[in-house]
């Protein structure tokens, strides 16, 4: 059997000619084995109908497997020929012919030193992508993450605001005076207690 790779063959047929030239080898060895088995079993039968015959089942056995391997001989040698048509005359694409998918090389033809110029440039592209890709991501994540701190903020606001209200419905207009009066008497009212707790460990020593 053929062992001359044919590409461009198994491209246009979707199988390779070698495969194809297998499977019809062994289908007709197949149909020739079933043959001989219905030989040899007519051939017994008729024998069965003869009384005088001397010949065993084994001696017509061994003929039968005789005259099988003459025939698979001369198969062989015959399918040797067919395979050598078919492969040439009818499995083949000439060197002329093109495929309609492969007319594109014809039309823009590329040498090697291209092809790798556009493979580097291929891979240049897919790392580009895929940096651009984490870039998108990192920014996706940095989006999400002020996302959260605005509304922390917008939260903080609203408690200053409420704060704002209640110093108004208490009379106090400037929410920055009424906070620096806040600080200043919660700063005082510290010194006050630590004076008082001067005081109180003072007096627990006299006692």
Known sequence: MSVRPMAYETQFFG???????LRI???FQDYLFEIMVVVESVILKKLEALPSCRISRFEIRKSTEKFLH???ARFDQLFGKMEEV??????????NVLLPEDRAHQQYP???EEFRALQDEIAQLQ??????AAAGQALRAE???????????EKVVQWFD???NICREHGTGNFKESLEFLTQNCKKLQGVLGDVEKKSKKIKKCK
Do not use: D, H, N, W
């Open 143 to 153: 989006l999400e993450e002020q996302r959260v701190v605005q509304a922390e903020l």
């Open 86 to 95: 078919l492969l040439q005359l009818v499995l083949s694409i000439p060197e």
């Open 110 to 112: 590329c040498s090697q």
């Open 15 to 21: 199988f390779t000619p070698q495969t194809c030239m």
């Open 70 to 72: 003459f025939m698979k």
């Open 25 to 27: 080898y062994l289908a």
């Open 127 to 132: 790392q580009q992508c895929r940096a651009e």
């Open 162 to 164: 409420g704060l704002e």
